[in-house]
């Protein structure tokens, strides 16, 4: 890809404080996020010194897209090996709220939502066709009960600009990026506002103190939550319509983007399909 090699042994996941994947500690999720830009190979997490990457696709991480450790999951999930770039992006326009749905992975995961003039800082994910399918597959994208729609944002709207790179490649907006909006919506505040993800612990401890719905389905502890919720589809289905009947689900604003779109690409398919989203 045109990095260049390094081999020094503190560029590992374990290292890094990295290495630990929501996928199997649900407690972690988002889970930990680089601090700079870098290209995920194996258990290295690499510099970077491009920060674009034509015959890829760019798909903006909300949640635990942007840990290496659940990408590193993920890729080992269909055998895959090749390298992925992370890149800081500015994103304006999104910001980062909770997805109306519980996994059966064993957390809420996040969702994005429509937020006019705001602007965060998230990381794209420069993938190719095998890795987008995988990827795909695991928010159920190629699934009529799957969580998430992958969406194709305006450039009106939203702005992505990825920082610059280096040897003077400059860090202007990408049109044509990519991300994934969940199909329950989002969770609210009680004002109809969108709520933000604030963590894993934190967001069950507030959600089970409001709710003796979900205390009675998934205990009254984020572990007792996640120890229940881990691998139980009717459980979870069960959350998932708890949070509606109860009016905690608003719309992302995102919806309007995934009608008439064609979320699959070449090499996607049914085919690819990981037990849980």
């Known amino acids: 890809m045109g990095e260049p090699r390094h081999r020094s042994a503190d560029r590992t996941l374990e290292a890094l404080g990295l290495a630990v994947a929501p996928r199997e500690d649900p407690l972690v999720y988002p889970g930990v996020w ?14 970077l010194t491009r920060r674009t990457f034509p015959g890829r696709v760019p798909v903006l991480a909300v949640g635990s897209n942007a840990s290496p450790a659940q990408l590193r999951h993920k890729m080992r999930q269909y055998e895959l090996s090749s390298p992925i770039p992370l890149v800081k992006a500015r994103v304006t326009g999104l910001e980062v709220g909770v997805s109306a749905h519980v996994s059966a992975l064993g957390y809420v995961s996040a969702s994005p939502f429509r937020a006019p003039g705001h602007t965060r800082e998230l990381f794209l994910t420069w993938l190719d066709p095998a890795q987008l399918a995988a990827i795909d597959a695991s928010e159920g994208v190629t699934r009529p009960s799957g969580a998430y729609d992958r969406v194709l944002l305006p450039s009106a709207g939203f702005r992505v600009e990825p920082e610059p790179g280096g040897a003077g490649e400059p860090g202007e907006a990408l049109d044509g990026v990519h991300l994934y909006v969940n199909r329950h919506g989002v969770l609210q505040d009680g004002t109809g ?7 894993e612990h934190r ?8 709710s003796p719905g979900l205390r009675k389905l998934f205990g009254s502890t984020p572990e007792e939550f996640c120890s229940r919720a881990r691998g139980d589809l009717r459980l979870c289905a069960e959350g998932t319509r708890l949070f509606a009947r109860e009016g905690r689900t608003t719309a992302s604003g995102l919806e309007k983007y995934a009608r008439g779109q064609q979320t699959g690409s070449p090499g996607t398919g049914a085919s690819l ?3 849980w989203t």
């Open 273 to 275: 399909s990981p037990p």
């Open 193 to 199: 506002t969108p709520r933000a993800h604030p963590g």
């Open 34 to 47: 680089p601090a700079e830009s870098g290209l995920l190979d194996g258990d290295r997490l690499l510099p």
């Open 203 to 210: 967001l069950l401890t507030e959600l089970l103190a409001e």
